[in-house]
């Protein structure tokens, strides 16, 4: 049999390699703390999951979908004016995912041609370098680094990789770093793009998980945004639907159209219950949205503090439902260091470098536990002496 060569850019990921160490230590009997993937545990609204069993119980739910309902376009039309006051026509600057993954995987090949440029952050979600490389684009990597506070720095972008540059993804709040970026970012963001003529693409997943009384918004309601560029947003997190599915490509209508025509030839629509949820969840009252923040919140602050109590210090997220930390001293890899935590403490996190070359050094956990669970990891990890 002979396979793609783009294959062998997608090697066992670390995720895989985490899971199958998991699954021994428990079919020994050991326990595992698992902080490793950022699956939320916090269900949706119950009225939204009435919805979506109440449509599954119809049997016209079951016909191809082929298309958004209009009424899901205008409830998302009608969000993101309530939301972050950003007008979007139903009918041309929206267009659904399922999640935002598949779009993240499949809106390069509406862009990027073979050979093609595509600026991607450093760390990222991997997501964010795969889509492209699906494209066969070559990746030029736009590091985030500590001293700027995990901002990229347009300035230091060479000029002939900006030139040829047609492509570039950015998140705030973002993940892994869980940082925000200012106003001022921004609209540095928008001139580069247009001075470039460079399309871009902000995944904005953790907008309603932001903490301390920060708010979040959308890079859409920056003068010249809708111009250069699309968001991402999902519904996975600040409603609790991961497992359904649900996200939106919204803005520049020639970025969605060209999203919207390839997605015509890969799949035939959201499940149609999906889609009713959806509209459900937009609808509901947003004390849910609130309730799921402060939980987060309270994660953060039980992990970062009990894990200061144990020696491991790290800054506190400003957003997301992850947390960015340094390795234990003494240590090169975080990999390696990783795979020691496991087996010493029992508690499981992502390497940085599975986030690029820049995640070195560093580790992303993941909020996904309740807060006894949090302390319990913080008191494996004490009683293990990697931070002594």
């Given at each position: 049999?002979?396979?793609?060569?783009?294959?062998?850019?997608?090697?066992?990921?670390?995720?895989a390699?985490?899971a199958?160490?998991k699954?021994?230590k428990?079919?020994a009997?050991?326990?595992?703390i698992?902080?490793?993937?950022g699956?939320?545990?916090?269900?949706?609204?119950?009225?939204v999951?009435?919805?979506?069993?109440?449509?599954?119980?119809?049997?016209?739910?079951?016909?191809?979908?082929?298309?958004?309902?209009?009424e899901?376009?205008?409830?998302?039309?009608?969000?993101?004016?309530?939301?972050?006051?950003v007008?979007?026509?139903p009918?041309?600057?929206?267009?659904?995912?399922?999640?935002?993954?598949?779009?993240?995987?499949?809106?390069?090949?509406?862009?990027l041609?073979?050979?093609d440029?595509?600026?991607?952050?450093?760390?990222?979600?991997?997501?964010?370098?795969?889509?492209?490389?699906?494209?066969?684009?070559?990746?030029?990597?736009?590091?985030?680094?500590?001293?700027?506070?995990?901002?990229?720095?347009f300035?230091?972008?060479?000029?002939?990789?900006?030139?040829?540059?047609?492509f570039?993804?950015?998140?705030?709040?973002?993940?892994?770093?869980?940082?925000?970026?200012p106003?001022?970012?921004?609209?540095?963001?928008?001139?580069?793009?247009?001075k470039?003529?460079?399309i871009?693409?902000?995944?904005?997943?953790?907008?309603?998980?932001?903490?301390?009384?920060?708010?979040?918004?959308?890079?859409?309601?920056?003068?010249?945004?809708?111009?250069?560029?699309?968001?991402?947003?999902?519904?996975?997190?600040?409603?609790?639907l991961?497992?359904?599915?649900?996200?939106?490509?919204?803005?520049n209508?020639?970025v969605?159209?060209?999203?919207?025509?390839?997605?015509s030839?890969?799949?035939y629509?959201?499940f149609?219950?999906?889609?009713?949820?959806?509209?459900?969840?937009?609808?509901?009252?947003?004390?849910?949205?609130?309730?799921?923040?402060?939980?987060?919140?309270?994660?953060?602050?039980?992990?970062v503090?009990?894990?200061?109590?144990?020696?491991?210090?790290?800054?506190?997220?400003?957003?997301?439902m992850f947390?960015?930390?340094?390795?234990?001293?003494?240590?090169?890899?975080s990999?390696?260091?990783?795979?020691d935590?496991?087996?010493?403490?029992?508690?499981?996190v992502?390497?940085?470098?599975?986030?690029?070359?820049?995640?070195?050094?560093f580790?992303?956990?993941?909020?996904?536990q309740?807060?006894?669970?949090?302390?319990?990891?913080?008191?494996?990890?004490?009683?293990?002496?990697?931070?002594?």
């Amino acid at each position: 049999m002979q396979f793609a060569t783009r294959m062998q850019q997608f090697g066992e990921g670390v995720f895989a390699r985490l899971a199958a160490v998991k699954r021994a230590k428990l079919a020994a009997g050991e326990q595992v703390i698992d902080l490793s993937v950022g699956a939320p545990n916090i269900a949706p609204p119950r009225a939204v999951m009435a919805k979506l069993a109440e449509e599954a119980m119809k049997p016209e739910s079951y016909l191809y979908a082929l298309r958004d309902l209009p009424e899901l376009l205008q409830t998302v039309s009608e969000w993101y004016a309530r939301r972050y006051g950003v007008e979007l026509d139903p009918q041309t600057e929206i267009c659904s995912l399922m999640g935002s993954q598949e779009g993240l995987a499949h809106i390069g090949l509406s862009i990027l041609d073979k050979g093609d440029l595509a600026l991607v952050p450093d760390p990222c979600y991997p997501i964010f370098a795969d889509g492209p490389k699906i494209a066969e684009a070559d990746i030029y990597y736009m590091p985030m680094k500590k001293e700027h506070d995990y901002l990229i720095q347009f300035a230091d972008i060479p000029e002939d990789v900006a030139r040829r540059a047609k492509f570039m993804i950015v998140s705030y709040p973002n993940n892994p770093t869980t940082v925000l970026a200012p106003d001022s970012w921004y609209q540095e963001l928008i001139a580069f793009a247009k001075k470039y003529d460079i399309i871009v693409l902000h995944d904005n997943a953790y907008s309603e998980l932001v903490f301390d009384g920060r708010k979040g918004g959308s890079f859409l309601a920056y003068p010249g945004a809708k111009d250069v560029g699309v968001e991402f947003n999902s519904l996975s997190k600040t409603y609790g639907l991961a497992g359904a599915r649900i996200g939106f490509c919204v803005g520049n209508k020639d970025v969605v159209q060209n999203l919207r025509t390839l997605k015509s030839n890969m799949d035939y629509g959201m499940f149609l219950p999906v889609q009713h949820a959806a509209i459900a969840a937009l609808h509901s009252p947003q004390s849910v949205v609130d309730s799921t923040r402060a939980a987060y919140e309270k994660r953060r602050d039980v992990l970062v503090e009990s894990f200061a109590a144990a020696g491991w210090h790290m800054d506190k997220p400003q957003g997301t439902m992850f947390a960015w930390a340094p390795i234990a001293p003494g240590y090169q890899e975080s990999e390696k260091f990783v795979f020691d935590l496991l087996d010493q403490a029992g508690v499981m996190v992502t390497p940085g470098s599975a986030f690029g070359p820049s995640g070195e050094g560093f580790v992303r956990m993941a909020l996904v536990q309740d807060e006894e669970v949090l302390q319990q990891a913080a008191a494996c990890i004490k009683q293990s002496g990697l931070f002594a």
